[in-house]
Each structure stands twice: as structure tokens, then as C-alpha cells.
């Protein structure tokens, strides 16, 4: 019987907000494997003694990303770990954005902005400002040109805290289309699903958002699955991703492209597709099954 860690955070004093982790446990019991939930910085837990360790929900990574890549690499080193560490370590950090748009794959046009570099802020469009490492709209926010000051505060806190500002222009076909999410597990397209945009005008920086709003099933595109594949396979070491979800927008030209890539916790919205869930479980037992 494989024996798999299904990786969260610990919550508290808060309920756990992933929605997915009971689903695939149950789902993995069924397909008569054992699984535990754990949380990442549980220091009693011992890695080594599971097939497999699978990142769930560890979704307060961003705040802690170097710790988190570096206990990333230390289960790395004594079991499997899904997605491998080399590909969290180059995830967590946004700016392999960049990396993308150099290997072709169409991409939010994005700049980078770290501690010490010229405030160098648009003057003649809409743009969103949001950190390197970040999750759930932390820190994330979108400006006019008018509203330049603002934004000269948010960048002096982010850089305060040693964060890398990225900035993009605001994609305007969001308003309409939305954001696409393609899920992919054990290589195949999951399922996808659509939310409506994040970031209403003249919300705070630092005021909490709703992370998925207005989310519902969605049919992706041949155009949409055509980039989703492209930008995997940029990923480094992508034949070894387990699961990847892939968030995609509609350019100026109306043709999708890339606003993010989740590799490290992606929620899966099981609860909008329960289909899903055995070739989930599928897809994990088959991964715990394989070389250490």
C-alpha cells in the first residue's frame, strides 16, 4: 500500500480554507492507498517514511518563501516530492515570467522592480503592481497613471520588506473573459474553470481580496490549450511535474497568453469538478509507485 503525505499549512486560529484536501484523501483511500495530511513545518513528521510527498495548500509559503524551498529540498533529498523541489524553487518566484516570454510562449508583459532599482512606474496607462512571491492578491493592487504617489507607497513598503515589485500593464480583456485556469495532472488537461477579475479599482494594496471570485466551469479553447502546453513545456524539468495549473487572460490581440503558472500549491476546485477526483488519485498513486 503506498503510503502519500498530502502537504497544507497550519491555519490557525482559522479553519483550513482548502476545500480539495478531503476530496483527494478520500478519493486516494479509495484507490487503496494511505494518506496523511500534514502541515510543511511540522518538525515531527518524518518525510522519508512516505512513497510520495504531494504539495497540497501550503499556502502561506509566499511569506516564508526561502524557508519553504528550503524544506522543499530536504524532503527532495530523502523521498519523492511532487511537484521536485528544482521546480518550486523556480515557480515561487514570478519572475520566470520572463523566462517564458524568452522562450516564445505569449505572457503578460511584465518589468521587474527590485530594492534598489529606479521607481520606475507607467505614465501613460492602467498598470497592476504585485510582488514576486505572492499569492491570493497579496500585495497586489492596480493603478492609474494619476495615482502615482499611491503606488510610490506601495513599492517603498514592498521594497522596505525586501520584496521584488513586478509590473504589468492591466489587461484589459479580463473584464470581459475573465481568467482561465487549465488544470493538468499526471500530464493531461484536468479540467478548467473561469473567474472574473481580482482586482477591482482603488482597492488597497494590503486590503484582503477574494481570491476566485465569481468561479465556474469553463471549456478551454484549442487557442488556450495550445499556449497552456507551451508554457509547460518552457518549464524546467516539466516531464516530471505531476500537477500544474496554468492561469491564462486575453492579450490586447484578444489571443490568450500567460498571466501566471501555479506549480507549487494550485487549488484544484474539486468542488466544481468531482469528476476529477479519481484520475486525481489516479495520478498520485501512479507517482508514488515510480523511483525514488
Not at 102 to 129: K, Q, S, W
Not at 242 to 256: E, K, N, S, T, W
Amino acid at each position: 500500500m503506498a503510503r502519500i503525505a498530502l502537504v497544507t499549512y497550519d491555519p490557525r486560529p482559522e479553519p483550513s480554507r482548502d476545500r480539495d484536501l478531503p476530496v483527494v484523501r478520500a478519493a486516494l483511500e479509495r484507490a487503496g492507498a494511505e494518506a496523511d495530511g500534514v502541515f510543511w513545518d511540522d518538525p515531527d513528521v518524518d518525510w522519508a517514511s512516505y512513497d510520495l510527498v504531494v504539495i497540497r495548500s501550503t499556502w502561506d509559503y509566499s511569506w516564508r518563501a526561502d524557508e519553504f524551498t528550503a524544506w522543499a529540498q530536504k524532503v527532495a533529498d530523502v523521498t519523492r516530492l511532487a511537484n521536485p523541489a528544482a521546480v518550486v524553487r523556480w515557480n515561487a518566484d514570478k519572475r520566470y515570467l520572463g523566462e517564458l516570454a524568452a522562450a516564445g510562449v505569449p505572457t503578460v508583459p511584465t518589468r521587474y522592480l527590485a530594492p534598489d532599482d529606479p521607481a520606475d512606474l507607467p505614465a501613460d496607462h492602467e498598470y497592476v503592481v504585485k510582488p514576486t512571491s505572492g499569492a491570493g492578491a497579496r500585495y497586489a493592487a492596480r493603478y492609474t497613471p494619476d495615482q502615482h504617489e499611491t503606488a510610490l507607497r506601495q513599492l517603498a513598503r514592498m521594497h522596505d520588506e525586501g520584496l521584488t515589485a513586478m509590473v504589468q500593464p492591466y489587461v484589459r480583456g479580463i473584464d470581459d473573459g475573465g481568467e482561465r485556469a487549465l488544470q493538468f495532472f499526471g500530464g493531461r488537461l484536468l479540467h478548467a474553470s473561469r473567474k472574473r477579475a481580482v482586482l477591482a479599482p482603488g482597492t488597497a494594496y494590503d486590503a484582503q481580496k477574494v481570491a476566485h471570485p465569481g468561479l465556474e466551469p469553463w471549456t478551454p479553447t484549442p487557442a488556450e490549450i495550445a499556449v497552456a502546453e507551451r508554457a509547460l513545456a518552457a518549464v524546467p524539468d516539466a516531464p516530471e511535474l505531476l500537477y500544474a495549473r496554468v492561469d491564462l487572460v486575453d492579450g490586447d490581440d484578444g489571443q490568450p497568453c500567460v498571466m501566471e503558472l501555479e506549480l507549487v500549491e494550485p487549488n484544484l476546485f474539486l468542488f466544481l469538478h468531482p469528476e476529477s477526483a479519481p484520475a486525481v488519485a489516479a495520478a498520485i498513486v501512479a507517482a508514488a509507485a515510480g523511483p525514488r
